[in-house]
């Protein structure tokens, strides 16, 4: 069966964000006081062959380990649906 495998990839909460600071800045000379706090990151989209869910979901995570996230700066959230 083929799973819809979405993995969300964000800067470590305790690091600098240098995008978001620089988002923040534009949100700011537009007037948008109100926003507090941004953060950028990465969506990205998989489709996986798998026998099951949890296996869909193993295979992503490998994948965010070994190459789409850095584990020095970078932690990873996995969805899987059908």
Do not use: C, W
Request: aromatic share 4%.
């Amino acid at each position: 069966m083929t799973y819809t495998v979405q993995v969300k990839v964000m800067p470590l909460k305790e690091l600098l964000d240098p995008q978001g600071k620089a988002v923040m800045g534009g949100l700011s000379n537009l007037g948008l006081e109100t926003i507090k706090d941004v953060r950028i990151g990465k969506h990205i989209t998989l489709q996986v062959d798998a026998a099951d869910e949890a296996s869909a979901k193993e295979q992503a995570a490998t994948a965010a380990k070994k190459l789409l996230a850095n584990p020095v700066m970078e932690y990873f959230e996995i969805s899987v649906s059908e």
